[in-house]
Antibody, heavy 115, light 111 residues
Framework: QVQLEESGPGLMQPSETLSLTCTVSGFSLTSNGVGWVRQPLGKGLVWMGTIWAGGSTNYNSAVQSRLSISRDTSKSQVFLKMNSLQPEDTGTYYC?????????WGQGVMVTVSS | DVVLTQTPPTLSATIGQSVSISCRSSQSLLHSNGNTYLHWLLQRPGQSPQLLIYLVSRLESGVPNRFSGSGSGTDFTLKISGVEAEDLGVYYCVQGTHALTFGSGTKLEIK
């Protein structure tokens, strides 16, 4: 069955670079894209970016200058890297499979940016 | 950027009541390929979002048929025909025609 699992550090310092990994199973990254979505605590969902099945990427213009999404298809992993972290980057980060819509989601990983 | 405006922000319903949530877009969501990439998600408390409806009106596999979606262009509606206790949570519309944006959410409470 389709599964996605996010992993990464829970606590980051301001100005550091965040690295998250989304490990997928049950589908191929060359068949479906994967997106990243952030949710500040108690708030709504914000799209960060998507890496498509062909390997191209699209980013939210609000974070585009700080964000990079890549993948390793052999390991079924998608990576998010975001630099110059600020406290407002705190939240739960989800990865989700693209199939017209985001049809399968990971359980999310909480990231706190604080000094 | 496309803005999705959801109304109402909160909704209180009794079990068995039918309710509707509106999602209005600042631009038409009809893609040049003929699809309209407007979808609906439900996020139950403490859980990840789950897909309910995709491409305006298509019911995701495993989702009860009391959920239905309709609309076109810039105006869309999610209807729940007979609310059940498990339906509580926050409903989001999301568009994928122009980059991707989420609506601000509608919290459904059960009376």
């Amino acid at each position: 069955q389709v599964q996605l699992e996010e992993s990464g550090p829970g606590l980051m310092q301001p100005s550091e670079t965040l690295s998250l990994t989304c490990t997928v199973s049950g589908f191929s990254l060359t068949s479906n894209g994967v997106g990243w979505v952030r949710q500040p605590l108690g708030k709504g969902l914000v799209w960060m970016g998507t890496i498509w099945a062909g390997g191209s990427t699209n980013y939210n213009s609000a974070v585009q200058s700080r964000l990079s999404i890549s993948r390793d298809t052999s390991k079924s992993q998608v990576f998010l890297k975001m630099n110059s972290l600020q406290p407002e980057d705190t939240g739960t980060y989800y990865c989700a499979r693209v199939n017209n819509a985001f049809d399968y989601w990971g359980q999310g990983v909480m990231v706190t940016v604080s000094s | 950027d496309v803005v999705l405006t959801q109304t109402p922000p909160t909704l209180s319903a009794t079990i068995g009541q039918s309710v509707s949530i509106s999602c209005r877009s600042s631009q038409s969501l009809l893609h040049s390929n003929g699809n309209t990439y407007l979808h609906w998600l439900l996020q139950r408390p403490g859980q990840s979002p789950q897909l309910l409806i995709y491409l305006v009106s298509r019911l995701e596999s495993g989702v009860p048929n009391r959920f239905s979606g309709s609309g076109s262009g810039t105006d869309f509606t999610l209807k729940i025909s007979g609310v059940e206790a498990e339906d509580l949570g926050v409903y989001y519309c999301v568009q994928g025609t122009h980059a991707l944006t989420f609506g601000s959410g509608t919290k459904l409470e059960i009376k």
